[in-house]
RNA sequence: GGUGACGUGGCCGAGUGGUUAGGCAAAGGUCUGCAAAACCUUGUACGGCGGUUCGAGUCCGCCCGUCACCUCCA
């Protein structure tokens, strides 16, 4: 394979670069998972996503790759030295919630949500990290860097807590721009604050409070570290001191990355992350997405079963929605985008099912679809190494998906094999096609099971109405398409017989 | 107030100096008992005003609008 150039943009020095990574062809890479308090909602994972497709795009040119992305399990102030008014943090206020009930405590809870996630995970087809480091595991580290920070003299310690001393690292500030303390030190800070702090930027890297849901042991007495210090230590325990790239949303940008270059620079000495790249939020109809919007939704809010108050979504047809905007842009998530996109999902699946057909009759003939099929896999592959171009890269797959549907029901073997092979490789790449991921198994049984009986159903319909037809009733077979209709299933006529496929189910209905 | 983005056809969304983005929706057509599906065909749009240029959606200035961050947030 030619050397492939690949290409990002760079929050630190605000400009696209050249990825080199540290170690040539070997990409290191952070993502900032998200702290496990609810439900993961549709923005986290356009976050998510990128990473995911860093990391599908760097594979795609041979490089081996050290992801590693978080879980935060620990709750953390609402502010980094003030609880909230209730002396809360995020995760025990979820506790006290309504939904919180059915939790025995506070450690159920994170459980519980850490395992929603990578089910979520899963159904959008993101690919495993090789390490999914989480907070509460890896709180002696933590506690150690604090003091390590405290010997190099880059903290200090008060009646209530642990702080890094903004001052003693000149170069805070350099990934977001907010080099000044105006208006960090009014507004906000009247509900708890510590007098002692030297400077309104310092930032907590521990928390002195024996009465927190989640305490730990420290040379400072009981209590729980800051929020910043737990992406910084589990980056450098599992990458080393200085890694290739660092990923998150863009709200991570200021204070949470700010303060790990802090904090990982003062204890290395050496530049922390090389390549910085945020994710811009997502918004819903065009706006903010936000609870008191009535436009927030969680994985499942879409793609769970109706049964359970989802909406039916097909995963990738989500998955897809997300990933239509390049990751630098304010995408706006619709549900008029969410439905062509379950187009989309349907029919590169029955791409698939052809050439899988194709390949099985193994009919005689040129390959037609090699050599054009080549091309669109190298304008997504591309599209992808200029900085994640993922609207340019879907349109190559959708062409594709068209090719290979053209050809349709009579590809010969070699077409057939060209087909299948290029479908897997942009799925390889996009992770549109079909996930990769087999589903738990106890859902895959129990839905295979009552999928089966539901195909005999419709194609003893189908039969019924065959035989009408073939009598010219078409008053019968019309009733009996009602009737399919009604079982949400669309049927498509053709000369060699008739298909059926479970109707797309309508997201805003 | 400080900082940074963005504004493209009915909708979503690429494109950064000269030649088609793509998709959804819509319209026409082929096929069909009729539909649906599939396939074919059809769109000259770039917030406003000025400027630079042979030529601007693309560069510059001003204005208008939207969004984000500035210690809750992906």
Redesign the pocket.
């Known amino acids: 394979m030619p050397e492939k150039i690949f290409r990002i943009y760079n929050s630190m020095t605000?400009s696209t670069e050249v990825v080199e990574p540290a170690q040539p062809g070997r990409l290191r890479f952070y993502a900032?998972?998200?702290?496990v308090?609810?439900y993961?909602?549709?923005?986290?994972?356009?976050?998510?996503l990128t990473a995911d497709l860093v990391l599908r795009t760097a594979q795609a040119i041979g490089w081996e790759t050290a992801y590693v992305t978080n879980i935060?399990d620990v709750g953390?102030?609402?502010?980094?030295?003030?609880a909230?008014a209730e002396g809360e943090d995020?995760m025990a206020k979820a506790l006290r919630s309504k939904e919180g009930e059915r939790f025995a405590n506070i450690w159920d809870l994170a459980r519980y949500y850490a395992n929603t996630l990578l089910s979520d995970w899963q159904a959008l087809n993101l690919r495993e990290p090789d390490a999914r480091p989480r907070a509460t595991e890896h709180v002696a580290r933590q506690i150690r860097d604090v003091a390590r920070l405290l010997e190099k003299g880059h903290a200090y310690e008060t009646a209530q807590g642990v702080y890094f001393s903004?001052a003693s690292f000149p170069d805070y500030g350099k990934l977001?721009?907010?080099v000044?303390?105006?208006?960090?030190d009014?507004?906000?800070?009247d509900v708890v604050q510590d007098p002692e702090k030297r400077?309104?930027?310092?930032?907590?890297l521990w928390k002195k409070d024996p009465d927190h849901l989640m305490v730990w042991h420290s040379p400072w007495g009981w209590g729980f570290p800051g929020?910043h210090i737990e992406c910084s230590t589990m980056a450098q325990a599992y990458l080393g001191e200085s890694f290739d790239l660092h990923?998150?949303?863009?709200?991570?940008?200021?204070?949470?990355h700010e303060?790990e270059i802090a904090q990982a620079e003062s204890l290395s000495g050496k530049p922390f992350a090389r390549y910085w790249l945020?994710?811009?939020?997502?918004?819903v109809?065009?706006?903010?997405?936000?609870k008191s919007a009535g436009n927030f939704f969680t994985v499942r809010d879409l793609v769970g079963p109706e049964s359970e108050g989802g909406r039916g979504i097909h995963p990738l047809a989500l998955r897809l929605?997300l990933i239509?905007?390049?990751?630098?842009?304010?995408?706006?998530?619709?549900f008029?985008?969410l439905?062509?996109?379950a187009?989309?999902i349907?029919?590169f699946e029955?791409a698939a099912d052809l050439a899988a057909q194709g390949v099985a009759r193994n009919d005689p003939g040129e390959d037609a679809l090699g050599e054009p099929l080549a091309r669109l896999y190298e304008q997504a592959l591309a599209?992808m190494l200029?900085?994640l171009?993922?609207?340019?890269a879907?349109?190559?797959a959708?062409?594709g998906?068209?090719r290979v549907?053209?050809d349709?029901r009579t590809m010969g073997g070699a077409t057939a094999r060209s087909a299948q092979n290029w479908l897997e490789k942009i799925n390889g790449l996009l992770g549109i096609v079909a996930q990769e991921t087999p589903r738990t198994a106890a859902k895959t049984a129990g839905s295979a099971a009552a999928e089966e009986a539901f195909a005999r159903e419709v194609e003893d319909l189908l039969r019924q109405?065959a035989e009408?037809?073939a009598q010219?009733d078409?008053?019968r077979?019309?009733a009996i398409?009602d009737q399919l209709a009604g079982m949400q299933v669309?049927?498509?006529?053709?000369?060699e017989g008739?298909?059926w496929?479970r109707q797309i189910s309508n997201p805003v209905s």
Not at 32 to 35: I, N, S
Not at 40 to 48: D, E, L, W
Not at 247 to 256: A, Q, S, V, W, Y
Not at 278 to 283: A, P, Y
């Open positions: 605000r900032c998972g998200p702290t308090y609810s993961a909602h549709i923005g986290n994972f356009r976050s998510f935060t953390h102030l609402t502010e980094d030295d003030a909230d995020r903004v977001s721009g907010n000044l303390a105006t208006g960090l009014e507004g906000v800070r400077d309104p930027r310092d930032f907590a929020w990923t998150g949303g863009e709200d991570n940008k200021f204070p949470h303060c945020h994710t811009r939020f997502l918004q109809e065009g706006e903010k997405m936000a929605a239509s905007g390049q990751y630098r842009k304010p995408l706006n998530f619709t008029d985008q439905l062509a996109c187009r989309h349907q029919r029955e599209a200029d900085d171009n993922t609207p340019e879907i349109a190559a959708i062409e998906a068209k549907l053209r349709g109405r009408a037809r010219r078409f008053q077979a019309d398409r669309e049927i498509m006529d053709a000369p008739t298909r496929r």
